[in-house]
């Protein structure tokens, strides 16, 4: 098994800076700076940026009818529409901080100290915290530092001791729209002293129009996944998806009598392309590439999907996935990742 690199970068701050189970339909240290894979080189270069599209205030849109509108409460995504029609094809997408997914119990130690965060799952931490399910960042309205016509960036701070979690954080997410339907996510933060650090977007995507899952196909590049107990716990257990219900590791028809909210162990390193959503109806296909180790598979209803980029669930307290990386952001250090959800036409 090959081992993944960490999500902390050394360098220098030209930013600041997942798992469900609440409801919706009903719901890091040392790495090289990351590059664009050769599967994705293609769709990402800097013509493709700059290529002179008008700046629409919390908007940004692609030439051939590809719209993503955003929100500065949790700096989300509000929807995103596809084609002449406007057929919503996504929605929802905020983002979850401080760490997406769960913490057993709220609790964890850290610099030989115990911390408790804020409880809200089930005896457990949700998305970091907060009365709601989705977590504080999700929650809060981000600053809307900058846009221009293919790029948007939020910010926030967080205070030491937030929902129990040390240090005073600042946080900055850039979402770039590039004309080849390319939506990057670029995630940073730093923090004062020692804390947690695993953000995610919790877009909800469905391929067919928020109908259902027929006619829609997935592949997700992954030969495992995180078991988990009876209470959405990761049992420690890195379990082969051969012969259940997780396995695309060929794409197949998604089930939609089966229920998700789990985590894939992605194959492979640093940026790459990762899973392939497909819509058979409206002809609408999402590529994702991230450089996380993990994937979220969450199955909302109403055709929706969540296919969530983090670290291990709970890694914090299970010393066994520390070969795929930390959450763990050390004081001064800059974290950085990336996630792009790209949007085509299927062919």
């Known amino acids: 098994m090959k081992k993944h690199l960490n999500g902390i970068l050394f360098v220098s701050m030209s930013l600041l800076l997942g798992a469900c189970g609440g409801q919706q339909a009903s719901p890091s240290s040392g790495a090289a700076p990351q590059t664009t894979p050769e599967s994705s080189s293609e769709i990402s270069t800097p013509e493709d940026i700059d290529d002179g599209r008008e700046l629409i205030e919390n908007q940004l849109y692609t030439d051939s009818g590809l719209k993503v509108y955003f929100n500065a409460r949790g700096a989300r995504i509000e929807k995103i529409t596809w084609g002449e029609d406007n057929k919503e094809i996504a929605k929802d997408g905020f983002t979850v901080g401080r760490v997406a997914n769960r913490i057993a119990a709220g609790k964890f130690t ?3 100290q115990e911390y408790n965060v804020t409880i809200n799952n089930n005896g457990n931490s949700l998305h970091g915290g907060s009365r709601q399910w989705n977590g504080p960042f999700a929650n809060a309205t981000w600053e809307k530092v900058d ?3 293919s790029t948007i960036t939020y910010s926030i701070h967080s205070e030491d001791g937030e929902e129990g979690y040390p240090g005073s954080m600042d946080m900055s997410v ?3 729209l590039r004309q080849s339907g390319e939506l990057s996510i670029e995630y940073s933060a730093v923090s004062d002293a020692d804390t947690l650090c695993n953000p995610t977007n919790h877009l909800y995507i469905s391929v067919n129009g928020n109908t259902n899952y027929n006619d829609v196909k997935l592949w997700i590049d992954a030969d495992e996944y995180t078991p988990l107990n009876n209470n959405q716990l990761p049992t420690g257990e890195i379990a082969p998806v051969a012969g259940t219900k997780f396995d695309y590791s060929t794409e197949r028809a998604f089930s939609g009598s089966d229920s998700y909210d789990d985590n894939y162990v992605l194959n492979g390193e640093d940026y790459r392309k990762v899973a392939t959503l497909t819509g058979e109806s409206l002809g609408v296909k999402v590529d994702v590439f991230t450089d ?8 909302a209803g109403n055709g929706q999907i969540c296919l969530e980029s983090q670290m291990m669930p709970d890694a ?3 010393p066994e996935f520390d070969e795929y ?3 763990i952001l050390r004081e001064g250090e800059e974290f950085y ?3 792009a959800y790209v949007f085509s036409a299927v062919e």
């Open 110 to 112: 850290l610099n030989e």
């Open 147 to 149: 846009q221009t016509p």
């Open 174 to 176: 850039t979402y770039t």
């Open 292 to 299: 996380r180790p993990g994937l979220q598979l969450y199955k």
């Open 316 to 318: 914090i307290n299970h």
């Open 325 to 327: 990386g930390t959450t």
């Open 337 to 339: 990742s990336k996630t």
